[in-house]
Structures are given as C-alpha cells and as structure tokens.
C-alpha cells in the first residue's frame, strides 16, 4: 500500500493541530484538584455558558462523565433505562452496575434511541418488591446506529415524560456538537431539557483527552466528589484544558465540513459498491455501509484495509465511517476510487 491511509475508523482518531499544541504550551496552569488552575476554571465557565448551564466540571474521558452522570442521581439499587444501544450499556464496561450498583433496564428501539413511550413499558410501579426507576439516559447523536441526532422534538417530550414520573434526566451528549451543528439548534437549548449532560472534547473537536459533566452548581458540586473519588482528580490539567478553549474556538465553527464530507462520502459509495450493499444517508459524520452478511462484513473491511481505507464493523453486518478534521479534503472521492479501481467494491 503506497497510498496515503484514510482513518474512517472514528473521530478519535485526529491529532492536536500545531495551534492547538501551542495552546498546551502555553497554557497558564496550577493545582485543578485545590480549583487553582485558571486555564480548567476558564474551559468550565465557558462551557457551562454555552450550555446555559450554571456550571461544568472537566474530567478526563467520556466514560466517566457518563458515570458521574449515573451517579449524581442514583443511589445504589436504583434503576436507569435507556436503549440497548446507549453508550452507557453497550460501551462503558458495565460501570454503573461494578461501581455504583444500579441497575441498567434496556429497551429496544427501532429507531436506535428511546423514545416517550419506552419509559412508560419499562417504568416500574410503586412497589415494595421492585427497584426506584430513578433515570433516564439518551446518547445523542446515537453512536452505534449511524451518528443519528435524537430529535430536539423528541428530547422535550422525554424530559416532560421524566418529570411526569419523577425521575432524572441525562445526556450523553458526547457528540451533541454535531447534533446541534445539524439541526441549528444551540446547544444551550438541548441542555435545557436535561437534568444534567455530558460533552466530549475528543470526538470531532481535534482534543486528545477530555469531557465535561454540565449542569447546576449543586450537582457539578457533587460530580467533584465523585470525579476524586473514581480518581479523575487532576492537577496541572490546564496544559490539556487549553486544549478545549482552542477546540470550542477554532474547530466546533467547522464541524459541518466533516457533515458535508459524510454526505459525500456515502453519496460516491452507492456509486461503487456492489449490489447487495446499502449505505445509510448520515445524519451527521458517520456513514454507516450494510452488507448482505457477516463473512461479507468482515471481508470487506480486510479488503479495504489493503486499499488503505481503514474502519470496523458496528454489527455483524454493518460497517461505520466517521469523517473528520484529520482526512483531507477529497478523501471521499479518494475511497470511492480506490474501491472502483478494485472492481467488485468488497
């Protein structure tokens, strides 16, 4: 393979820009875990004010955001729904229920995230004999099925839903920058239907580390504890936090390049994939491909690997793209003819 490497595999992928690495360098620092580093307080402030939310605490991985997000509202035994396919379930290593000892009820939905009418199947009644159902988590936009945006029409309802039974509501919103980037929707507007919410640095934003946990100044107060307690306690991190007040600038007002880049994308791939494959229209960055069966799947992500096209499988049969920063600006036409030059697109 001579060809220059084309890393659909995830937005994680990209590395800092040189002026995000002199941001880092230059960053003004101190102890985070005392609140004495200037440069996390300014990334927290400004985070929190474009969420309009009271405050945000900066914790090291989306992972634990999520887990500190279970926790604020949870006490042990208590119960949180979500869709089978939510991060939370399906990629945190069962966190919640090791660590914090809730219990996760999921659900499955069509459309790949929970809708009003799933927490009223799943809730549980009043009884001595049944665990508090005590929250409702939505990942949004919805990883595994294709970068979808959870509609804002369909976030309101889950709050009013939530509130009709008393219970919490989080976001996983990891990637709600690209959610609110396609709908025009401001961010401050979808956190206003939370209880609280999460956000990544890494994922499409050209960060290497960091998420934010956002929400009113008591419970961002008890996120702290639980952030030193699961050991995300950091000290000089202002030299990783400039890294997300340069991102929130300079990359977040571009991430509809990477949206037009999917579209692309999955527009040149019906081009020149063979019958039996179907590619899935993006809603945002990520371009999912179906393939008529798992040893196809698996074939064609070999295939395409000595083509320089790298990706995985998010199912037995489908298979994930993610555009971002990092790929040049034709690397959707470059796939798309690396795949014909090869002839039968698998």
């Not at 069962?94 to 499955?108: E, M, S």
């Not at 307690?229 to 202002?238: F, I």
């Amino acid at each position: 393979m001579t060809e220059n490497i084309l890393d659909f595999r995830s937005d994680t992928f990209t590395k800092p820009s040189p002026g995000m690495r002199k941001a880092m360098a230059e960053a003004e620092v101190g102890d985070d875990v005392f609140g004495e580093d200037p440069t996390v307080r300014a990334l927290e402030q400004k985070t929190a004010e474009l969420f309009g939310k009271q405050a945000a605490v900066f914790v090291p991985s989306g992972t634990m955001a999520n887990l500190i997000g279970l926790a604020v509202h949870c006490a042990r035994g208590d119960e949180v729904i979500m869709e089978r396919r939510t991060h939370s379930f399906a990629h945190e290593v069962g966190g919640g229920a090791a660590l914090l000892g809730v219990l996760f009820n999921t659900v499955d939905s069509s459309s790949g995230y929970i809708l009003p009418e799933h927490i009223d199947m799943a809730v549980r009644k009043k009884d001595v004999h049944q665990p508090i159902s005590k929250l409702v988590v939505v990942e949004n936009t919805a990883n595994l099925v294709g970068g979808k945006i959870v509609p804002f029409d369909t976030i309101t309802a889950l709050r009013k839903k939530t509130d009709e039974y008393q219970m919490r509501f989080h976001m996983d919103g990891a990637r709600i920058w690209h959610a609110s980037t396609a709908t025009g929707v401001p961010l401050h507007r979808w956190a206003s239907k939370t209880h609280s919410l999460s956000c990544c640095l890494s994922k499409g934003l050209g960060c290497p580390v960091g998420s934010l946990v956002i929400s009113d100044s008591q419970t961002v107060d008890l996120a702290r504890w639980y952030r030193k307690m699961l050991g995300g306690g950091m000290r000089q991190a202002g030299v990783i936090a400039a890294c997300g007040l340069y991102a929130l600038e300079h990359n977040l007002p571009r991430l509809h390049e990477d949206h037009e880049m999917a579209a692309e994308l999955a527009h040149e791939f019906t081009k020149v994939l063979p019958e039996g494959f179907q590619v899935q229209a993006p809603d945002t960055n990520m371009v999912v491909v179906n393939t008529p069966d798992e040893s196809t799947c698996q074939q064609t992500i070999a295939n395409w690997e000595k083509m320089g096209i790298l990706c995985f499988a998010v199912s037995k049969t489908s298979i994930r793209m993610v555009t971002h920063m990092d790929l040049p600006p034709d690397a959707a036409k470059q796939a798309a003819r690396r795949i014909a030059k090869a002839g039968n697109g698998s």
